[in-house]
């Protein structure tokens, strides 16, 4: 039902973009509402949800832990087909909300159902931990791709991905100083919140209208 989803911008938008959240955050946590509205600014329709782990967390006391991602693909595909976007649809989500979407993406771009994948804060590796890549389906990626990443995000900074075997479908925009919710120190980079997600969703927008749908 659509009630599982958050939606917001115009009806009759180009595309829409369905996000996941990451493995510790809801849906409407701070960063993805904020992302949500710099989306929705610039005329995409977005559409967010939950994975039923995350959702459970609202009914219970305990802090139901995140599942292996890739177990996810199966929700993350249900919440494809429950949304049933009449536009192109462009799917992906925040760290692990995109990191499931990009495990799922070439199949449904191979059968026309996404035009395309985006990503805000790609977990490339845990924490402390760059030898444990999450980039092996990555190199043969054949979906139209774009990843918002910050230059200081501690999931893969700019010095550590270019490094890495990325198919030449991923264009990557690099946002000065960001962590891994693109969030700069204003003091630092004279860049804040605000700045750098108008800068993602303009990104998103043009990269959008080049997409062959």
């Known amino acids: 039902m659509l009630d599982m989803f958050l939606l917001q911008g115009p009806q009759d938008a180009r595309f829409t973009i369905l996000l996941a959240h990451g493995a510790g955050a809801p849906m409407d946590s701070a960063s993805m509402t904020a992302a949500a509205n710099a989306l929705a600014d610039v005329g995409f329709r977005v559409a967010r949800f939950e994975f039923a782990y995350m959702a459970a967390r609202r009914t219970s006391d305990g802090r139901k832990p995140p599942p292996r991602a890739e177990t996810l693909n199966p929700e993350y595909e249900a919440a494809i087909e429950e949304l049933g976007a009449s536009n192109p649809l462009i799917i992906g989500g925040k760290s692990m909300g995109g990191r499931v979407a990009s ?70 925009l690099w946002v000065e100083d960001g962590d891994h919710d693109l969030k700069p120190r204003k003091t630092i980079s004279g860049f804040s919140s605000a700045d750098h997600l108008a800068t993602m969703a303009k990104a998103a927008k043009a990269w959008a209208e080049r997409l062959p749908v």
Do not use: N, W
């Open 103 to 172: 495990m799922v993406a070439d199949d449904l771009h191979s059968r026309g159902k996404i035009a395309g994948l985006l990503c805000l804060g790609y977990p490339f590796h845990p924490p402390g931990q760059p030898e444990k890549l999450r980039t092996s389906h990555l190199a043969g990626l054949t979906t139209p791709a774009l990843i918002c990443q910050g230059t200081r995000d501690e999931f893969g900074t700019r010095e550590e991905v270019p490094g890495y075997d990325l198919s030449d479908k991923i264009e990557i």
